[in-house]
């Protein structure tokens, strides 16, 4: 049933756009695609393999500024230039990650924040970043309703690369390993995990991954500043939006991206920015309050508990 | 010479002040397994309160007496109304008491920017920005009281800490919380006090920056990466360590201006955490 | 495929003919100002049951976790089928065909049973399929009596139950040699003698070399054809159990007086 539903909701976001929509639903989803994108490419390393990167910002304005430095100072085709950032974005996570996996728990968690936090002041002081002026693009002179769409596209593209991507991993030989790191890595080194290099390896491809949203992302906006391509807040949302839905499933952060997307834009709609901020804030400390592991995993429980036949005793299987 | 000097001694007097920050921050992270987020918003929401105090008369240092109280009663009242019930949840409280206290953060980051505007805001007394001259050197009176307060409070941490009965419960849960816990220390009431002083020496700290530096809602964030550089390099455990790593943050940061351009400072500040972690993974954290 | 049991059976019959599969040789090992261990040397003959003896403190962990490569030696060397572990990463050492279970069992809280095993499948031995490990897993499980908790949450496994899982797990790694740190310890005597039985067919039927830390002497005797005896981090003595026993020395150190009344 999965498969026809999957199916039947990609006809459905590839005819969108021609069905008569306008400019803002389109964005809408664009902006939703992004944060999936975001929820699914963090939960790799830090639902899957238990690293909880506090500093996914710093990846996701390094493909940002990639793309547009490339853009203004060599004039690349931003078809070219998205794809390097997700390079940059990998390549430092493969430079920065090595010291920061040699730590755990909480001390992990701190010094990513750091790394985030770190990378947006490196930026906003080194003059050809454009530093705290920001960056310009140009757009091609593209109508509205054609970037809209073209946008939307290229986002959708981004999310569904990431989405089959964190699906792979999870299902795949990769997952299992992840999670045996998560659980012990003595105990995962001692079967035959190379521990280093699995988390290195996801670390990477989730920093690549959110690179390349925010090397589209940039493009997008046309103009990019330390303060928003490097905003802490887009860490935590990252966070936030994976343990939403639940960090242990690949579908999981899908789950919680489009829901912490579409309350956000509904907040931000009825009451303006800073007022949608304040009650996103508290909201966020409620949600995690009560649900600390999530929608899923309590949805899951909750189905559970609902009436069922007696459980089948299972069945004893024979002996060779 | 003399301008290495007054950079150093600058940095060391702003230096008291990350150490006090991050002597709560560390507190609460070996105590409560918190990572207290919110920490530096606190201090700069107090920071506001003592601006709010100033433009009425008070003198920065009398507000301490609403202030301490305050943030103590805030502190408890935090711990038993929302970090208790959230680590009885269960879930990882790393997790949870990140994503909560950046919650609240930004929250209150916006209350204040809502009120006072985004803008930077300064504190003025009649000692601003007079200075006392001592042979080369020029310190501000702002600097000195600041860190004087920050030096006392430390002190009067210390103290507590060693001297008194409750202190020592503290200090053994923030060393070792299943030893403490054999030993039948009240855990609940240690982490609520806990919570408490750490908030309240936030509440100075704030006080003290009112003093130093001006001030905007957002400027949390920059003080949240000093106290996380505080405490990474001091260790969470010890209160000695954290008051060194506060100095040499504090100094580093100063000098480091004299030899590279302002602009790379901050790349030099944390290369050089890179490289001390890649040196000492976990020899920076223990006890 | 099994070998009779006659041809396994205690001191003597082994020895001459198997050759050194495990050879440590004078490994010391330090932490901080605390000697550990200091120029230990023994072999692990191909085919055998090694027991290794000695008080609590006197480094057992700690040499399993030097084989095993959790904390390189300071000084000395390890060859494990004609090649030196010193300097390979655990997970390496692990795929040279070493596998360990842990003094306090350490299984994957967060996986299914099946999934702990078919973790070791995949790694401990590079299958590729997930499907194909889990398939091979409930093999495992079956071997160690545990296939009707293939699909249950490891926190619902008794303390036997999640040793067994463990050694599973070790098994599925396809080893040549077995470290077993007190897998006996903690269970009750009807799972012991389970445990023991297991232990056996391990080496007889899938020929696997067994290196085992215990407490409990009367296991060590019965089950092993050579017992190592560690103190203070040094070899005190090294033989046929009925040699240990006899040691004076042994005898005086560790077994203490009460030794020979319980046995």
């Not at chain 3, 790694?123 to 249950?152: I, K, P, S």
């Not at chain 3, 310890?185 to 215990?214: F, H, K, M, Q």
């Amino acid at each position: 049933m999965s498969r026809a539903v999957a199916a039947g909701l990609a006809v459905v976001l590839l005819i969108f756009p021609w069905v008569g929509t306008g400019e803002y639903p389109l964005a809408l989803l664009y902006s939703t695609f992004m944060y999936v994108a975001l929820a699914v490419a963090w939960n790799v390393i830090g639902g899957f393999a238990g690293y909880l990167s506090f500093g996914h910002a710093a990846f996701f304005g390094l493909g940002g500024y990639t793309t547009g430095f490339f853009l203004v100072r060599a004039g690349l085709s931003p078809f070219l230039t998205a794809p390097l950032g997700a390079a940059v974005a990998a390549a430092f996570a493969a430079l920065a990650g090595y010291p920061c996996l040699r730590l755990r728990g909480p001390y992990f968690a701190v010094v990513t924040m750091i790394l985030g936090l770190a990378v947006r002041a490196v930026v906003l002081n080194l003059p050809w970043t454009g530093a705290a002026e920001g960056l310009w693009m140009t757009l091609p002179p593209w109508e509205p309703i054609v970037a809209r769409r073209a946008f939307y596209y290229a986002m959708l593209a981004v999310a569904l690369v990431t989405v089959l991507a964190g699906r792979a991993v999870r299902l795949g030989k990769i997952g299992v390993g992840l999670e045996a790191i998560r659980e012990d890595e003595e105990a995962a080194q001692s079967i035959g995990v190379p521990v280093v290099r699995l988390k290195m390896s996801a670390l990477i491809l989730s920093a690549g991954l959110t690179g390349l949203a925010g090397g589209i992302y940039a493009y997008d906006r046309s103009y990019i500043h330390p303060d928003f391509m490097f905003d802490l807040h887009l860490s935590v949302l990252a966070v936030l939006m994976a343990l939403l839905g639940g960090r242990q499933s690949w579908a999981g952060p899908i789950l919680g991206a489009v829901v912490v997307r579409l309350v956000d834009e509904a907040l931000t709609v009825r009451v303006g920015t800073e007022a949608a901020r304040i009650i996103f804030g508290l909201g966020l400390a409620l949600v995690i309050v009560l649900l600390p592991d999530g929608v899923l995993p309590y949805l899951e429980r909750l189905r559970w508990r609902a009436p069922r036949p007696p459980a089948a005793v299972p069945a004893a299987q024979a002996r060779p | 010479m003399a301008q290495v000097l007054q950079a150093l001694v600058t940095g060391l007097l702003t230096g008291s002040v990350y150490a006090l920050l991050g002597a709560g921050f560390s507190l609460i992270w070996g105590v409560a397994h918190v990572i207290n987020i919110v920490h530096p918003a606190l201090a700069v929401g107090a920071a506001y309160a003592v601006y709010l105090l100033a433009a009425r008369g008070v003198d920065p240092l009398a507000s301490l007496a609403v202030v301490v109280p305050l943030f103590f009663l805030l502190g408890v009242g935090f711990y038993e109304g929302v970090i208790r019930p959230a680590a009885r949840r269960g879930g990882d409280l790393v997790l949870v008491s990140m994503v909560l206290t950046f919650g609240l953060a930004a929250a209150l980051e916006n209350v204040l920017a809502a009120v006072w505007g985004p803008g930077p805001r300064v504190v003025n007394v009649a000692y601003t920005g007079r200075a006392v001259q001592l042979g080369v050197l020029a310190l501000p009176i702002t600097h000195l009281a600041g860190a004087g307060l920050a030096t006392v409070t430390i002190a009067a941490l210390y103290l507590f800490l060693h001297k008194t009965f409750p202190g020592k419960a503290v200090r053994a849960v923030w060393q070792n919380p299943e030893g403490a816990a054999l030993c039948a220390i009240n855990l609940r009431q240690v982490t609520s006090l806990t919570y408490g002083l750490a908030i309240a020496s936030a509440g100075v700290a704030g006080v003290a920056l009112a003093l130093i530096y001006s001030f905007s809602p957002a400027s949390h964030l920059m003080w949240l990466v000093f106290v996380f550089l505080v405490v990474i390099v001091g260790g969470v455990g010890s209160l000695v360590g954290v008051v060194v790593a506060g100095m040499l943050v504090g100094a580093l940061t100063n000098l480091s201006t004299l030899v590279i351009p302002f602009a790379w400072a901050p790349f030099f500040l944390f290369a050089s955490l890179g490289v001390l972690l890649l040196l000492r993974p976990t020899g920076l954290f223990r006890r | 495929m099994a070998r009779p049991p006659a041809a396994c059976g205690r001191a003597g019959s082994t020895g001459a003919a198997l050759t050194a599969m495990l050879r440590v040789s004078g490994v010391s090992k330090r932490f901080g100002g605390l000697t550990v261990l200091r120029s230990v040397s023994f072999q692990v003959a191909e085919g055998a049951i090694v027991g290794l003896i000695g008080p609590n403190g006197s480094g057992k962990t700690t040499l399993f976790n030097v084989i095993t490569g959790f904390h390189p030696p300071d000084g000395g060397d390890v060859v494990f089928m004609g090649r030196r572990l010193v300097g390979l990463a655990p997970f390496e050492i692990a795929r040279t065909g070493i596998a360990r279970t842990f003094q306090v069992v350490r299984p994957f809280a967060g996986l299914t049973t099946a999934d702990n095993v078919a973790a070791a499948v995949l790694y401990g031995r590079g299958a590729r399929h997930v499907r194909e490990a889990r398939a091979e897993a409930r093999h495992w499980l079956q071997y160690v009596r545990l296939e009707g908790a293939a699909d249950a949450a490891v926190s619902a496994l008794t303390l036997g139950e999640k040793k067994r899982l463990e050694l599973a797990r070790a098994l599925a790694t396809g080893p040549r040699l077995l470290l077993l740190d007190e897998v006996f310890a903690g269970l009750n005597p009807a799972e012991s003698a389970g445990a023991v039985d297991l232990v056996r067919r391990v080496r007889d039927d899938l020929r696997i070399t067994v290196l085992l830390v215990e407490h409990v002497l009367r296991i060590v005797m019965g089950l092993c054809e050579h017992v190592v005896v560690l103190g203070s981090g040094q070899v005190i003595a090294q033989g046929p159990p009925v040699a240990i026993q006899a040691d004076p020395q042994v005898r005086h150190i560790y077994l203490g007086e009460g030794y020979g009344a319980a046995g």
